[in-house]
């Protein structure tokens, strides 16, 4: 099966080197629960379920048959003025697997799409309340909130930014909580930095609190390098945007749906935001699907303005019925496996597992929490990411997948993930830093 090179060129690939890439391709033909098959026949586990995405890991049945059924029965029903009922069903079951009253549920085909849509029902709700001057949004440092103008906005990372001109206006950011050696190979939350929270006041201070709507975190980092909040930093967020009015938005693209061993992050951290932003798990990755929590009041308020549409806003294939039905087969996998709360009890194993590296002299860190895992190396002097990418294509011709970003390896399996396979997965990493050293 493996493709000729002239055929190509004309795929303009996504956050990718095109050129190295054509010029050594490597291509994924099959993929079965936690291993992918490669164009020229080898195995490689997942280390990373695709892109933090393949919770339930691949070509799962209740996903697939729930897809090939729909597509027979209701191909597709438009997104406005109309519904169908998995439309209806997914967002009741999904309502009732996220905590507090984040009980509405507006459907999107993408993390990007949900921090947009995330963005917009801040924005106007502060319209809607009589406070139209909080037009200021909030970020982080070293966050990643999808591509779109209004992620890449309030988004942290300086490459995806700084060759699209101005942005959003009335955007700033929060000091990112990365890089206290008094946290380095901590094991879950670190110790040290709740107070940087306290920047937030700064912000305040700075721009007047009422003239902002909203701010706007993942609660744990993934894309810069996976950056876990220091113990009591979300909470103290919390505490001060509900001080100053502001709505607090948790962007649960990648943590959502089991990846921390909880439904979502709101569990694990026992902080509740306004609004939640979700892709990724929601459907296995299987078919582009998002979907964003708002809380009663949020949602009620927009149901309360003059008659007709309420909310300006929609995609034509928001909560497209193919969607819906992964989803659907998606969340019924989680149920009958446990899926969601996996990660709790494997934690612990992952975390002792990834740290035993820590005597391979260019690693410099290690972080892990649920079924994450970074682990940061020393760069190799005057060529940063170098070390990385030279592990990441070594991994891969050694069979295993991970991600890398900077020179941190990210690591988030498939929720199914065994001990035997997690232990196969540290030896491969293993024995190529040595190889990187
Ligand atoms: N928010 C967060 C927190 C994300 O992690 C997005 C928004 C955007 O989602 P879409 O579906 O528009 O890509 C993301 C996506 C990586 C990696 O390896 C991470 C993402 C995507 C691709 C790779 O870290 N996160």
Redesign the pocket.
């Known amino acids: 099966m493996a493709l000729k090179p002239n055929t190509l060129d004309a795929y303009w690939m996504p956050?990718t080197a095109n050129r190295a890439f054509k010029a050594a391709p490597r291509l994924m033909v099959a993929a079965e629960g936690m291993y992918y098959t490669t164009d020229d026949g080898r195995k490689v586990l997942d280390g990373t379920a695709g892109?933090?995405c393949c919770n339930a890991g691949h070509s799962r049945p209740r996903i697939t048959e729930a897809i090939a059924r729909q597509a027979k029965e209701l191909d597709y029903s438009p997104a406005f003025q109309m519904g169908h009922p998995k439309a209806f069903e997914l967002a009741a079951r999904l309502a009732r697997l996220m905590p507090g009253s984040l009980d509405h549920v507006f459907f999107t085909n993408?993390?990007?799409?949900s921090?947009e849509t995330a963005l917009k029902i801040a924005l106007a709700w502060h319209r809607l309340n009589g406070q139209g001057e909080r037009v200021r949004l909030i970020g982080r440092e070293r966050g990643?909130?999808?591509?779109n103008f209004g992620?890449m906005s309030v988004g942290g990372m300086p490459a995806n930014r700084k060759m699209f001109g101005a942005l959003v206006a009335g955007v700033d950011h929060l000091r990112h909580t990365h890089g206290d050696p008094r946290n380095f190979f901590a094991k879950g939350e670190p110790e040290f930095g709740a107070e940087l929270a306290d920047d937030l006041e700064r912000l305040c201070a700075l721009h007047d609190p009422s003239t902002i709507a909203a701010v706007i975190v993942?609660p744990v980092q993934?894309?810069a390098g996976v950056f876990i909040p220091p113990r009591g930093y979300l909470k103290r967020l919390r505490e001060i945007c509900t001080r100053h009015g502001i709505l607090l938005i948790f962007?649960e693209?990648?943590t959502g749906y089991g990846r921390l061993g909880t439904n979502f992050a709101v569990d694990y951290f026992g902080v509740e935001p306004d609004i939640v932003?979700t892709?990724?798990g929601l459907t296995n990755g299987v078919i582009p699907m998002?979907a964003v929590f708002a809380q009663k009041r949020i949602h009620d308020l927009f149901m309360q303005g003059p008659a007709g549409i309420e909310f300006f806003h929609g995609y034509t294939y928001s909560a497209n019925p193919m969607a819906c039905a992964a989803a659907l087969g998606t969340l019924d996998t989680y149920d009958e496996e446990g899926l969601l709360t996996r990660g709790a009890s494997l934690a612990q194993y992952w975390a002792d597992t990834a740290h035993s590296l820590r005597d391979i002299p260019i690693v410099a860190d290690i972080r892990t929490l649920g079924l994450i895992a970074g682990i940061e190396l020393k760069p190799i002097e005057g060529k940063p990411t170098a070390r990385a990418f030279d592990a990441y294509l070594k991994c891969f011709a050694a069979g295993l997948l991970v991600?890398t970003?900077g020179d941190i390896i990210?690591l988030s399996p498939p929720l199914i993930i065994e001990k035997s396979e997690i232990d196969k997965l540290f030896e491969i990493l293993r024995t190529v830093l040595k190889q990187v050293a």
Do not use: P, Q
């Open positions: 956050f892109l933090w993408s993390g990007s799409e921090v990643y909130h999808g591509v992620g993942e993934g894309s962007d693209v990648i932003t892709a990724k998002g991600r970003t990210a």
